[in-house]
């Protein structure tokens, strides 16, 4: 099975950097996702890391390390409009992926 | 294309009774989703689609749960006998062909009582 770990919540402030972690156990690894999911509304897409290293995309960086079945969401300077749910997900050979039970970001003025 | 379409948008249901879901993905997308999720939680993996064929079911669905997609189009998701317990919001997504990335819909939201 899939075992898939990140912290309930976190609190930053306005302007500031965030890092989410995640954590993974599965068999049949074949990548990694980040979604944002705002309160009452669907998940969106942010990042995609299927090899090692880190992948940058705006203001969003996403790392992966499969060694250490380890992966960050980066947030740099975060605005009010970031506080949302952020969801690791985990993909594997089968094509099923499995979510964490996402990270609730709240960003304080 | 705006998107992935779900109807409807909300249930209410009394027990016992049976329920049907539809999903309309973004055209030409030929993996389609289905997930269940319930406030605090993140989605959980019901079924997968690539065109017509189910390659994937989640080993903690019932025997209650079906899912089609007849044309590699469309799909339905059927709860037969509804318990309280699937209340939930039911989300379904889909993704191209050269990419892993899923684009969800809007969710229906089902309520058992």
């Known amino acids: 099975g899939q075992n898939i770990d990140q912290p309930t919540e976190m609190t930053a402030t306005e302007g500031a950097i965030v890092q989410i972690n995640c954590t993974y156990q599965?068999?049949?690894?074949?990548?990694l996702f980040w979604y944002q999911q705002h309160a009452g509304e669907a998940p969106t897409f942010l990042s995609y890391n299927v090899l090692d290293g880190l992948e940058e995309k705006g203001r969003f960086s996403s790392f992966l390390s499969r060694s250490k079945g380890y992966s960050y969401l980066l947030l740099k300077e975060l605005q009010m409009k970031d506080s949302a749910s952020y969801l690791c997900a985990v993909r594997t050979n089968a094509g099923k992926s499995t979510f964490g039970d996402g990270t609730t970001l709240t960003v304080k003025p | 294309d705006t998107g992935v379409s779900q109807d409807p948008r909300h249930k209410i249901t009394k027990r016992g009774q049976n329920v049907t879901f539809r999903c309309d993905p973004i055209?030409?997308?030929?993996?389609l989703y289905w997930y269940r999720q319930t406030l605090g939680q993140g989605p959980e993996f019901l079924t997968y689609?690539?065109?017509?064929?189910?390659?994937?079911k989640s080993r903690l669905l019932s025997d209650r749960f079906s899912a089609e997609r007849p044309k590699g189009s469309f799909s339905t998701l059927e709860i037969q006998r509804t318990e309280q317990g699937d209340s939930a919001m039911y989300l379904c997504?889909?993704?191209?062909?050269?990419?892993?990335?899923?684009?969800f819909g809007p969710g229906t939201r089902l309520t058992v009582t």
């Open positions: 689609f690539q065109n017509e064929a189910q390659l994937e």
């Open positions: 997504a889909s993704s191209p062909g050269l990419s892993y990335e899923q684009y």
């Open positions: 055209s030409e997308h030929n993996r």
């Open positions: 599965t068999s049949g690894f074949n990548g």
